[in-house]
């Protein structure tokens, strides 16, 4: 069994600051992270690695440091890294990143066929859950989103069987392989990496692909060019604000403060007292 | 969104250096469209709340308002279009199919991109989630067309008819507003609660478009072997919670947890969480309140040991009331907060659930 799994390196948006005046992200210090959505997608992975000895590629698409990422999925336990890189990728939206991850999951087949892709339900800096199903669609992948649990793999019947998470509940879907899976956060816990794990992964050989080698057919479709979508403005929100009504009792005593807090909640908001003695009528 | 991070550089620069001008056959293209989401008998609310919207950005256009249901003969796809009429739309396309009645991805992409393709709306609109994500995102694909998710705000921009659809983006930090070029339909996303529920106006009624679809069962691969409701797995559902609880990393360790769920139980209140706590694995993912997680708007939300950063903030800053708890009196929460106290929430929490239980105790005398 061979499974892709696409990760991303992202900043750790916990972090990231924006300049005050020139609205722009600062950067500088704000740590590079693999998405913690593709952590749980990698570990989902492993896991039918060992169980069925697949063999995992680890995919990404990125600029030449995104390499960092690729290491560290290597140390969890991947068989190889490829890193997608070249100036004509950058800018791309959803659309044009999908085109180009999914054209080289054509160039991986090539070598090994793949039986299942793995992503993370979605980026914590972009968000958009959009690059997953765009690869499905592409490759014509049966496409399975939010999954929270495998249940089963049938590697002899190439079928699979998941639990997927949907409004109101969780549908138990079947399906045939090849796959592409989006996992759900919390499913699993990452392993952890042990030095000689490092070491190996350190020294690991990555292929580095530009667009050629990704085997781009299309060059008006990949990065900027061949995103639909432009970002016309970028701006500061103007969140709410409201300075808050400190509480203040003479005796710092949390009682104290609570009787205050309640006093004040519910003179100026009737309704919530009201609200409030309905639901624990 | 585009994808600033993905390499160099952010592509911040002018959409006017690119082609604004659209094909004549995507001239075509007309009307704004909401796809109508609903399972077991219930359409999600989003979907009104989308009507709400584009009966605003069809005005905008001078164009129909569409409603787009599918399903399965028999369901109650009916009073769906008749429920969408009331929220605003002019016109309904029903497609009934069999292979409809649960929701599979490759069934719904194939009714919608074929309907798409005949009827041509220049805009759709569906909701952002876990339904509408996964649909829109084959749709788009699909189509070849630009989609942006999780949209706070929708706008014609009048100098050339197209879709203004701002997102929050690094985690919220900033605001960016996108438009698809030379595209269509433009698609975007926006999760429930973000979008006002609109007035329904009863007397309201339209027509309706039937739009056959022959899909063999056969050919669609994925099969529902089974849906496990959430009344059996204790699932929250944050977005409708009128009250919510909710604690940040300032709770220290997981078992200090069981205070917020304390207070969270006197109050009838849904427990929510910060990403950070969800991550450490405190509580489930179905709690999460933020930008990568739910976006709420409950009367009450209390804040416990919530620092107040972007990214939990934009999921809760449509709250009536904020109470704010935490040890920093410095912590930008109480920037956005309504009430605020200041001190260690493993004290002052059970002071207040102590409170709040004995006013209900003697609200209850009273009555």
């Known amino acids: 069994m061979h499974i892709v799994v696409c990760i991303k390196q992202v900043p750790d948006s916990a972090q990231i600051r924006v300049h005050p005046v020139t609205n722009t992200i600062m950067r500088q210090g704000v740590p590079a992270i693999v998405n913690p959505y593709d952590l749980v997608a990698l570990e989902e992975a492993l896991r039918l690695k060992d169980r069925y000895q697949a063999h995992v590629t680890v995919l990404t698409m990125g600029p030449p440091q995104a390499e960092t990422a690729l290491r560290k999925a290597l140390s969890f336990g991947a068989d190889e890294a490829i890193l997608l890189t070249d100036r004509a990728f950058a800018g791309a939206d959803t659309l044009a990143t999908s085109y180009a991850l999914a054209s080289a999951i054509r160039q991986i087949q090539k070598d090994m066929p793949v039986d299942l892709v793995f992503a993370g339900k979605q980026t914590i800096d972009g968000d958009t859950a959009q690059v997953g199903p765009g690869i499905a669609v592409r490759l014509g992948l049966q496409m399975l989103t939010y999954v929270c649990k495998i249940e089963a793999l049938d590697l002899e019947q190439r079928e699979i069987t998941v639990q997927r998470r949907a409004e109101g509940g969780v549908q138990v879907l079947k399906t045939r392989l090849p796959a592409l899976i989006t996992v759900l956060e919390g499913i699993n816990e990452m392993r952890f990496a042990t030095m000689p794990d490092m070491f190996r992964a350190a020294r690991h050989p990555l292929k580095v692909w530009d667009k050629d080698a990704a085997g781009i057919e299309d060059a008006t479709r990949i990065g900027l060019k061949g995103s639909p979508t432009v970002v016309s403005k970028v701006f500061a929100p103007t969140p709410r604000t409201q300075k808050a009504e400190i509480v203040q009792t003479q005796s710092d005593q949390p009682r104290d403060q609570a009787a205050t807090l309640l006093a004040k909640l519910f003179t100026k908001f009737p309704q919530l007292r009201a609200e409030i003695g309905r639901r624990a009528s | ?367």
Not at chain 2, 15 to 24: C, N, S, T, V, W
Not at chain 2, 280 to 306: C, E, H, M, N
């Open chain 2, 1 to 367: 969104m585009n994808d600033t991070t993905a390499s160099t550089p952010p592509a911040k620069k002018p959409a006017g250096r690119r082609k604004f001008e659209l094909d004549e056959r995507l001239k075509a293209y007309k009307g704004v469209w909401v796809f109508i989401e609903h399972e077991r008998g219930a359409a999600h609310p989003v979907s009104w709340e989308l009507l709400g919207e584009g009966r605003k950005l069809a005005d905008k256009l001078g164009v129909e308002l569409g409603a787009v249901v599918p399903g399965a003969p028999g369901e109650d796809t009916q009073k769906f279009c008749a429920e969408a009429f009331q929220y605003g739309a002019d016109l309904c396309y029903l497609i009934e199919d069999p292979a409809l009645a649960e929701y599979r991805n490759q069934s719904y992409t194939r009714a919608l991109t074929d309907l798409v393709n005949k009827y041509q709306p220049e805009i759709l609109l569906l909701g952002a989630t876990t339904l509408g994500r996964d649909l829109a995102g084959s749709v788009a694909t699909t189509l070849q067309t630009g989609l942006t998710a999780d949209c706070t705000e929708l706008n014609i921009d009048m100098e050339n008819r197209s879709l203004a659809a701002t997102r929050p983006t690094f985690g919220g930090s900033l605001l960016c507003t996108i438009v698809t070029l030379n595209y269509r339909p433009q698609m975007a996303t926006v999760r429930p609660r973000v979008m006002a529920m609109p007035a329904r106006d009863e007397t309201r009624t339209g027509r309706i478009v039937e739009h056959p679809l022959a899909l063999v069962e056969t050919d669609i691969v994925t099969k529902v072997l089974e849906f496990i409701p959430d009344e059996r797995r204790d699932q929250a559902n944050l977005p409708f919670a009128d009250i919510i609880v909710a604690g940040g990393r300032g709770m220290k360790r997981p078992e200090n947890f069981q205070l917020i769920w304390d207070l969270a139980k006197v109050l009838g209140a849904e427990v929510g969480a910060t990403r950070p706590v969800v991550q450490a694995g405190w509580v489930g993912a179905d709690r999460q309140v933020g930008q990568s997680g739910k976006t709420v708007r409950p009367k009450l939300y209390i804040a416990v040991g919530i620092s107040g950063a972007v990214q939990h903030r934009v999921g809760m800053e449509g709250s009536d009331v904020v109470i704010a708890i935490n040890q920093d009196p410095n912590a930008p929460i109480f920037d956005f907060a309504t009430y605020g106290i200041v001190g260690n929430a493993m004290q002052i929490v059970p002071a207040l659930t102590e409170a709040f239980r004995q006013h209900l105790a003697t609200a209850k005398l009273a009555s």
